[in-house]
């Protein structure tokens, strides 16, 4: 209890975040309410009041105790269930799947198919992820066994306290643990509840050199054996105390090395001395010869301690006589009794075809190592002499003599020239030649013929179209050689080159012009000599150049190509008062351009917006003109005073006009008025009201003096504005009237009104 509290005082020692830490340590404090289970050194809990994800029901295993259970055996899985106490949502036990593998987290080992206890129909991954195992504890059906769960669900943990220690099976076996105790499996080589004795082997004999690591003669021991110079092993060198109790093998023995055996040679005797046994370390053998014979090689050999003889076995030869060779042109036929031209060895010659023998058949080896004569010789057979054939070469090889057997002679012709029968002849066994001699023919060309539109003029020096035969071409007026001029007949039979061609001379490839066709008459071949071509444009060109163009025997035209070049209409010139925009397709002012003219501001398009050139070289109206805006006249009536400038013209844009009234009226409404770009007057024309003093006398004679106060006041207010007025309406007459007042156009004033005839 006073471990769960410690811990619970620093809760992030569980490893886990702060919320897992709580649920943990209150687990931990009302751990008093758990059962607990111990047999001897091996102890399992569980709790029976909350339940806990996988997760966290590990963590708090691993926190107090071991882990979580880990199954090893179905009487562990028996007693589990005996007694714990069922519980609904069962208990938490120590396997998870872990990269698709069912793994025992407290070994990290995979769990074996021996040793599964699934539940019938599990695993089955019912709802994906159920990586985690329950155990069911007194169930009414599957009790004992296991069922895949999701790791997040709520269950009781089921832990355990391991009794097997880092010492445990004196470190030589693996520490299993069981119910209320622990085993151990011993490692090979050891045995004991503890794993704490050792296999032993039997005792070796004195002489091998042993390491023990673990005991003498015990499990891991080594030994290795040795033989003294002249003795090896028979058996493996080093053996090696096994876990059964057994060597690798049984003991080595030292034997004596042996010698390869040795046996008498033919015509001789064999003596040996043996210390070890038949040809073995240090055995000694002696070789003697018949009477006849002489000993090549050592008289006596000896046998090392490497198993080798001192030397090669001796042989018994017979004498020998001067070793014969084979005849120049015959064969040496011998008979060898005791090898060759040994003692009774006897020889006879022959000669091939075509030689003689002269001298003794059969010559025969003495005991004195001498021939009963001297060796015969063989000479060739003649033929008759041959002589050169004419224009050709005679070549022979004499292997035995001018002319003679086997003489062959080769035939050969100058060149240009072919041999007319065999290229060789040899001189037979008869003394004949196999053929007549041949003689030289000059090389045949193929027959030439005139090319089509040409000539041909051949010279032959050794016949029609033979070697060193020339041909010269030429072709008609017109027409030009296409390959060599002259051909020559080689040595091979063959012309120096093809027959020539004789081709219509050509004129360059002429082209459609741009914007018109090309027909052309070819009587030769295309663009050739005597080909005509005539030229023509689409509608809204014209030609320029010649009609027709002729290709002439030297290769040329008779003239350049035409050009199509777009018709021409006159040049427009932008109007008075306005402008030019021209999009031309084919040059200035040429087929298919089109003008667009427009007017400045105050002035007006007179004839059509946009004009065209046609295909006959004029446009398709009159140029348009710009003509000023013009305003309705205005005429002036009394008591209205009027005075207009007129910069463009007689009321027209820019025309402005001022007014006044006579003596006794005053204005009412603009003092002037502008025509605007529009052709509307900038205002309404004013009118001119009698002035109201006259009513005013009459008002004072009834008002008194008070009145009269009253209006001059008001009289001299409405002075004021009207002189202010005026004043503006003099300074804005001069901002409009000064930009035209070179014109020299004045003003009148007169009685105005508009003119609605206008």
Not at 6 to 20: E, F, H
Not at 207 to 223: I, M, Q, R, V
Not at 388 to 411: E, I, K, M, V
Request: proline share 5%.
């Amino acid at each position: 209890m006073g471990s769960a509290v410690g811990l619970c005082s620093s809760p992030r020692a569980w490893g886990c975040d702060w919320n897992i830490a709580r649920l943990l340590c209150f687990a931990a404090i009302s751990w008093v309410l758990m059962t607990q289970m111990e047999v001897g050194a091996w102890t399992y809990h569980y709790g029976d009041k909350s339940d806990y994800s996988w997760e966290v029901a590990r963590n708090f295993c691993r926190s107090f105790y071991t882990d979580l259970v880990a199954i090893q055996n179905q009487r562990e899985i028996a007693y589990l269930n005996s007694v714990l106490p069922h519980h609904r949502t069962y208990y938490w036990i120590g396997i998870r799947k872990i990269n698709n593998v069912w793994t025992w987290v407290g070994t990290s080992k995979a769990l074996t198919k021996e040793a599964e206890n699934w539940a019938s129909r599990e695993p089955n991954n019912k709802g994906r992820n159920q990586d985690c195992v329950e155990m069911y504890i007194k169930r009414d059906n599957d009790a004992g066994r296991w069922n895949d769960e999701r790791c997040q669900k709520k269950k009781r943990a089921l832990c355990y306290q391991a009794s097997c220690q880092s010492s445990s099976c004196s470190q030589r076996g693996d520490c299993v643990e069981t119910i209320g105790n622990y085993t151990c499996d011993c490692y090979p080589g050891f045995y004991g509840l503890e794993c704490e004795h050792v296999v032993r082997c039997k005792n070796l004999d004195p002489g091998p050199d042993c390491s023990h690591p673990l005991g003498e003669y015990s499990y891991n021991s080594t030994c290795k054996f040795l033989c003294q110079e002249g003795f090896e092993l028979q058996g493996l060198d080093t053996l090696q105390c096994l876990e059964s109790g057994n060597w690798t093998a049984e003991a080595p023995e030292c034997a004596a090395v042996k010698c390869p055996a040795l046996a008498a040679p033919g015509r001789g005797g064999l003596n040996c001395t043996h210390w070890h046994g038949d040809f073995t370390y240090n055995s000694s053998c002696a070789f003697s010869c018949e009477t006849g014979f002489v000993r090549n090689g050592s008289e006596t050999l000896e046998c090392t301690a490497l198993g080798q003889w001192t030397g090669l076995p001796p042989l018994c030869e017979a004498i020998k006589c001067p070793m014969l060779d084979s005849l120049s042109r015959g064969q040496l036929n011998c008979s060898h009794w005791h090898g060759d031209f040994m003692y009774n060895s006897t020889c006879s010659f022959s000669c091939e075809t075509g030689f003689v023998r002269i001298g003794s058949e059969t010559l025969e080896c003495t005991a004195l190592g001498q021939w009963t004569g001297s060796p015969p010789l063989c000479e060739a057979l003649k033929c008759p002499v041959l002589a050169t054939p004419g224009r050709g070469q005679l070549n022979c090889t004499n292997w035995h003599g001018d002319f003679t057997y086997n003489s062959t002679c080769a035939f050969s012709c100058e060149t240009g020239f072919v041999r007319n029968g065999s290229e060789t002849l040899e001189c037979t066994a008869l003394g004949q030649w196999t053929g007549h001699p041949p003689h030289c023919e000059a090389v045949k060309c193929p027959v030439l013929d005139s090319p089509d539109r040409g000539q041909l003029n051949c010279t032959h020096r050794h016949g029609d179209f033979t070697y060193n035969s020339t041909c010269a071409f030429s072709c008609e007026t017109g027409f030009v050689r296409n390959g060599s001029e002259t051909l020559e007949c080689t040595a091979l039979g063959q012309w120096t080159g093809h027959p020539p061609r004789c081709e219509a001379v050509k004129c360059p490839v002429l082209d459609s012009p741009d914007r018109g066709q090309l027909n052309c008459t070819h009587r030769h071949g295309d663009f050739t000599y005597n080909s005509t071509c005539a030229f023509s444009c689409e509608m809204g060109f014209v030609r320029n150049g010649s009609e027709t163009l002729e290709c002439t025997a030297l290769g040329q035209w008779t003239g350049h190509p035409p050009r199509c070049e777009a018709v021409k209409c006159p040049v427009l010139d932008s109007p008075d008062r306005g402008q030019l925009n021209c999009t031309h397709r084919h040059g200035d002012f040429t087929y298919n351009s089109t003008c667009a003219f427009s007017c400045e501001t105050g002035f007006v398009r007179n004839g059509s917006e946009t004009l065209e050139c046609t295909a006959l070289g004029q446009w398709t109206e009159h140029p348009p003109r710009c003509e000023v805006m013009r305003c309705p006249k205005l005429r002036g009536l009394e008591p209205i005073l009027m005075n207009c400038s007129h910069p463009l013209g007689s009321f027209s844009y820019g025309s402005v006009c001022r007014f006044r009234c006579t003596q006794g009226y005053f204005l009412n409404g603009t003092s002037r008025v502008r025509c605007q770009p529009d052709a509307h007057w900038s205002d309404k024309m004013p009118t001119c009201q009698e002035e109201a003093a006259p009513y005013f006398k009459q008002v004072l004679l009834y008002m008194g003096g008070g009145a009269v106060a009253l209006v001059a006041l008001l009289l001299t207010g409405m002075l004021i504005a009207l002189l202010i007025k005026r004043l503006s309406d003099k300074e804005e007459e001069k901002t409009l009237l000064n930009p035209t007042s070179d014109l020299g156009v004045t003003g009148v004033f007169t009685n105005a009104t508009f003119d609605s005839n206008l």
